[in-house]
C-alpha cells in the first residue's frame, strides 16, 4: 500500500511539473520580450529607477514570505487530517492574518519606505515625482499579492497545478499587453507602467479567488478568529522571519546598495539579470513545487523515509535540470544579450553569469526547507541558515566602502550560500533523525557535482567568446547534449535512470 501511494504521488508530481513547465515557457517567451520593449519603451535610467523603487517596497513582504509558506504548510496538512469545518477556520484564519500584514506593509512602506525613498535612492531629480508613483502603484500591488497567498496556498494544496499555470498565462500575456501599449501612448510611460502592471496584479488576484471560491470547499470565508491558531502561526511564522529577512537582504536590499554606491544604471543591469534569473530558475522553482504538498502529507501521515526520498529526488534532480538549462544559456549569453536587447546596460553579461551560478549554488539545498517545515520545528534551521545569510548584506557593504568593484555582492552570495547548505544539512538532521548528512552528500551532493565539472569548464570556455547567431544555437545544442551525457552516466544512480526510463516509457505508451 505504501508503494502504491508513492506511484499515485510520482504521477500527481509529473502531471503537475507537465503543467507547471507549460506555464513556465509561454511565460519565459513573453517576459524575455516584454523585458527588451520596457527597456527601450522606459530607457535605461527609467528602467533602472523601476528596478530600485518597486524592488524597495518588496523589500518590506518579508513578514509576508514567512506567513506564505506557514499558509502552505497548514493549508497542506489540513488537506489530508482536517474537517472541511476545520479547514474553513484554517483556512479564514490565514486571511484574516494576511489583511493584517497588508495593513502593516502599507504602515512601513508609507513612513520607512518613504524616508527611504527621499535619502538614500539615487534618482535623478526630474523624475523624482514619476518614481514617487511607481512607489505607491507598487505599495496597492503589494498589498493585494498578500491578501492572495491563502487562495495560493489552497491551489498548491490541492495539487491543481493546471488552474494555476492557466491564471499565470493570462496574467503575463495581459502584462505583455501593457507593455504594448505603454510603446505606442502616454506621455510619462514610467508612471502609466506602474499604474497598468498594478491593474494587472488586481484583475488576476481576482480570477485565483474565483476560481478557489468555485472549486475549494474549504476557500469559504467565515467569519473566525482563534487566538491560539493567531499564536501558533507566529510562533512558527517566527523563525521563518529570519530566513525570510535574509532572502530580502540579498535580493532587494543589495539592489538599494547597488543604488546608493553605483546609481540607476547598474539597477537596470542588475534588472535584466533578474529577469533572466526569474525566468531559468523558474525550471527549478517548477520542478520543486510539485513536491511540497506529498512531502508535507508525507510527514502527516507518517511516512518519514517517503518524504526524506522525495525531498533527495527532488533535490538532485531540480539540480541536474537547472544544469542543462543554465549551462548551454551561459555558453551563449553575451551573444543572447547582445540580440535580445541590441545594446545591454553595462555589467549585464556578468551580473546574468554570477547570478545563474548563485542559483545553481542554491538548487543543492533543494527541499531542506520543505522537509523541516512540515515537522513545524523550524527554529535551528532558520536560525542557523538565516544568521548566515543575513550576514552577506553587511559584507557587501563592507567591500562597497573599499570601493569595492560592483559584482562584489554576487560573488559574496554565491559563499555565503555554500555556507548555508551545511548549515541546513545539520539543522535537518537535529530535526529528523532519520535523516542522514552521509546520504545527503553521497546520493544528492557529489553526483550533482561531479556531473557539474565536464560542462562548467566547456562552458566557462564558450562564454568567453563571442558567436554569431548559427554559431550560437550550435554551441548551445551541443552543451546541452554533453550535460545530458554527464547527468546520464555521472549525475544518475542506476535507480534512478530506470525511474526516469519508466517514466518515459509510460508518457510514450498513454500517446
Same mark, same amino acid.
Given at each position: 500500500m505504501p508503494n502504491q501511494k508513492y506511484k499515485l504521488n510520482n504521477k500527481q508530481i509529473a502531471r503537475n511539473t507537465f503543467f507547471l513547465y507549460f506555464r513556465m515557457m509561454l511565460i519565459m517567451a513573453v517576459s524575455l520580450y516584454t523585458s527588451r520593449i520596457v527597456l527601450n519603451a522606459l530607457g535605461v535610467v527609467d528602467y533602472g529607477i523601476n528596478n530600485v523603487v518597486a524592488g524597495m517596497v518588496v523589500m518590506f513582504s518579508f513578514l509576508n514570505s514567512a506567513l506564505a509558506q506557514a499558509s502552505q504548510r497548514y493549508i497542506a496538512y489540513g488537506i489530508e487530517k482536517d474537517s472541511i469545518e476545520k479547514q474553513r477556520q484554517t483556512f479564514s484564519?490565514?486571511?484574516?492574518?494576511?489583511?493584517?500584514?497588508? #495593513?502593516?506593509?502599507? @504602515?512601513? !512602506?508609507?513612513? *520607512?519606505? *518613504?524616508?527611504?525613498?527621499?535619502?538614500?535612492?539615487?534618482? =535623478?531629480?526630474?523624475?523624482?515625482?514619476?518614481?514617487?508613483?511607481?512607489?505607491?502603484? +507598487?505599495?496597492?500591488? %503589494?498589498m493585494v499579492s498578500v491578501t492572495q497567498v491563502p487562495y495560493n496556498a489552497s491551489i498548491f494544496g490541492h495539487e491543481r497545478m493546471n488552474a494555476y499555470a492557466y491564471i499565470s498565462i493570462a496574467e503575463v500575456l495581459l502584462k505583455l499587453g501593457v507593455v504594448i501599449t505603454i510603446k505606442y501612448f502616454f506621455q510619462d510611460k514610467l508612471i502609466a507602467y506602474g499604474a497598468l502592471t498594478m491593474g494587472v496584479s488586481i484583475l488576476t488576484a $481576482?480570477?485565483?479567488?474565483?476560481? !478557489?471560491i468555485k472549486h475549494f470547499s474549504n476557500c469559504q470565508y467565515i467569519r473566525y478568529w482563534s487566538s491560539s491558531l493567531f499564536r501558533e502561526l507566529f510562533s512558527y511564522t517566527g523563525w521563518s522571519l529570519i530566513g525570510n529577512l535574509a532572502w530580502t537582504f540579498n535580493s532587494q536590499g543589495m539592489n538599494i546598495l547597488i543604488n546608493m554606491f553605483f546609481g540607476p544604471v547598474f539597477n537596470a543591469a542588475r534588472g535584466i539579470a533578474?529577469?533572466?534569473?526569474?525566468?531559468?530558475?523558474?525550471?527549478?522553482?517548477?520542478?520543486?513545487?510539485p513536491t511540497i504538498p506529498p512531502i508535507i502529507k508525507s510527514y502527516a501521515t507518517g511516512n518519514i523515509e517517503e518524504m526524506i526520498k522525495l525531498g533527495?529526488?527532488?533535490?538532485? $534532480?531540480?539540480? %541536474?535540470?537547472f544544469m542543462c538549462l543554465s549551462l548551454p544559456l551561459i555558453s551563449i549569453l553575451n551573444t543572447v544579450?547582445?540580440?535580445?536587447?541590441? +545594446?545591454?546596460?553595462?555589467?549585464?553579461? @556578468?551580473?546574468c553569469f554570477l547570478s545563474l551560478i548563485y542559483i545553481q549554488c542554491n538548487s543543492l539545498c533543494g527541499t531542506l526547507q520543505n522537509m523541516v517545515q512540515a515537522t513545524k520545528q523550524i527554529k535551528r534551521f532558520q536560525l542557523t541558515n538565516g544568521i548566515i545569510k543575513i550576514m552577506a548584506l =553587511?559584507?557587501? &557593504?563592507?567591500?562597497?566602502? !573599499?570601493?569595492?568593484?560592483?559584482?562584489?555582492?554576487?560573488?559574496?552570495?554565491?559563499?555565503?550560500?555554500?555556507?548555508?547548505? $551545511?548549515?541546513?544539512?545539520?539543522?535537518?538532521?537535529?530535526? #529528523?533523525?532519520?535523516?542522514?548528512?552521509?546520504?545527503? #552528500?553521497?546520493?544528492?551532493?557529489?553526483? +550533482?557535482? $561531479?556531473? &557539474?565539472?565536464?560542462?562548467?569548464?566547456?562552458?566557462?570556455? !564558450? &562564454?568567453?567568446?563571442?558567436f554569431n547567431i548559427i554559431q550560437a544555437i550550435g554551441i548551445a545544442f551541443l552543451n546541452l547534449i554533453i550535460c545530458i551525457c554527464s547527468v546520464w552516466f555521472i549525475g544518475l544512480s542506476k535507480h534512478e535512470k530506470n525511474w526516469a526510463f519508466n517514466i518515459i516509457k509510460s508518457k510514450i505508451h498513454k500517446k
Open positions: 484564519m490565514l486571511l484574516n492574518v494576511h489583511i493584517l500584514i497588508a #495593513i502593516v506593509i502599507f @504602515t512601513l !512602506c508609507e513612513t *520607512i519606505g *518613504i524616508w527611504l525613498f527621499y535619502n538614500k535612492l539615487v534618482i =535623478p531629480a526630474e523624475r523624482m515625482s514619476s518614481a514617487f508613483w511607481v512607489m505607491q502603484f +507598487s505599495i496597492l500591488s %503589494l $481576482f480570477l485565483y479567488r474565483i476560481y !478557489c533578474s529577469s533572466i534569473e526569474a525566468n531559468v530558475s523558474s525550471f527549478l522553482y517548477n520542478f520543486t513545487t533527495m529526488r527532488s533535490s538532485k $534532480f531540480g539540480f %541536474l535540470l544579450l547582445n540580440i535580445w536587447l541590441i +545594446s545591454p546596460p553595462p555589467y549585464a553579461g @556578468t551580473f =553587511p559584507t557587501v &557593504y563592507i567591500i562597497y566602502k !573599499c570601493e569595492g568593484n560592483v559584482t562584489a555582492y554576487l560573488w559574496t552570495l554565491i559563499i555565503f550560500s555554500i555556507l548555508g547548505l $551545511f548549515a541546513q544539512l545539520d539543522a535537518v538532521k537535529r530535526v #529528523i533523525t532519520n535523516f542522514k548528512i552521509k546520504n545527503y #552528500i553521497i546520493i544528492v551532493i557529489l553526483p +550533482s557535482l $561531479f556531473a &557539474y565539472i565536464i560542462p562548467f569548464i566547456i562552458t566557462f570556455y !564558450c &562564454y568567453r567568446t563571442t
